[in-house]
């Protein structure tokens, strides 16, 4: 009994990293699946879309549970209002399309930047200071997750026509504005006793605000009644389950497990570990029978090496 609780205890003391890494998990197996649904659903609309079925099931999750509607500050609604519609309106809207340029591999490089960037921001704006060992450890993680990434793929030819100066600003916006998000998310759950499941309702339909003017924007933009066509896919009750599945498990459970990372671990390791998405494809692509080299197991090695200093550290 003795040594279960100290497990438990350990556990707790992680709380943070592990709902990054489950968050990175989830993240992991809805990319696969985004993927396809990015063939018949632009970013804008399937950001949207996803964000609408995450909503519904945090209101009913909340509804069940009997949370009201908790004391918040002013400033803390506010930063987390402005870092869903940055992180969730502009960042994963910029993700979609980046993917959509420059494919998986190559935007997973771009978005490594986010983790970095997220704890200098820290470090300026929050005084989140963190150590010379963390440093190390979220560069290994970084490099690992980079070495794995930047594998080139078995019978694929280098394709120029899509490394494009769209598809790299779409990916660097994605990145700047996740770490900003991010760090806007730290700043009001440091300051206030909100819950992150209703934080992360909060942050969610700012982000579909945004999605929404964006949307009226660009239907005036083309002055066509077909502007949204891409909501027609909706008749294909194979898509609608899709989209219905993926939005669980990666928006209302994904975002809601950032949501308790950023609360109980610093900005940096919360957003290191978060990326760490790539490295769970893995086991999934030898499940299905694809080979693994020798270079994407090293690349998992030194990333779990960064993983295993920054949980020392704590």
Request: charged content about 10%; proline content about 5%.
């Amino acid at each position: 009994m003795i040594f279960l609780a100290n497990i438990l205890i350990e556990i707790t003391n992680f709380k943070g990293e592990l709902a990054a890494l489950g968050a990175a998990f989830l993240w992991a197996i809805a990319s696969v699946v985004y993927g396809r649904l990015g063939r018949q659903i632009p970013p804008l609309e399937l950001n949207f879309l996803k964000g609408i079925v995450a909503i519904a099931l945090l209101i009913l999750t909340l509804l069940y549970s009997g949370q009201l509607l908790p004391e918040i500050n002013p400033t803390a609604l506010t930063l987390l209002l402005l870092s869903g519609g940055l992180g969730i309106g502009v960042g994963d809207t910029a993700y979609f399309s980046a993917i959509n340029y420059l494919g998986p591999r190559r935007t997973l490089i771009l978005e490594t930047l986010a983790p970095p960037l997220a704890a200098l921001l820290a470090m300026i704006f929050l005084q989140e200071k963190l150590s010379g060992a963390s440093w190390c450890g979220i560069l290994l993680t970084i490099l690992g997750v980079a070495w794995v990434v930047t594998e080139r793929l078995p019978n694929s030819t280098p394709n120029t026509t899509h490394l494009t100066v769209r598809g790299i600003s779409w990916g660097m916006l994605a990145a700047v504005s996740q770490a900003n998000g991010a760090v806007l998310s730290r700043a009001a759950l440091a300051q206030s006793s909100i819950s992150p499941l209703w934080s992360t309702l909060v942050r969610l339909g700012a982000g579909v605000l945004v999605l929404v003017l964006w949307l009226l924007l660009k239907g005036k933009q083309q002055k066509a009644p077909e502007s949204v066509p891409t909501f027609k896919v909706l008749q294909s009750w194979r898509v609608l389950g899709a989209i219905a599945l993926t939005s669980f498990f990666s928006t209302y459970l994904g975002i809601w497990l950032q949501q308790t990372s950023l609360k109980f671990a610093p900005v940096g390791i919360a957003q290191t570990l978060t990326s760490t998405s790539p490295l769970f494809v893995l086991p999934l692509v030898i499940l299905m029978g694809e080979t693994v080299s020798s270079r994407a197991i090293l690349g998992v090695l030194i990333a779990l090496g960064g993983v295993g200093l920054l949980f020392s550290l704590r």
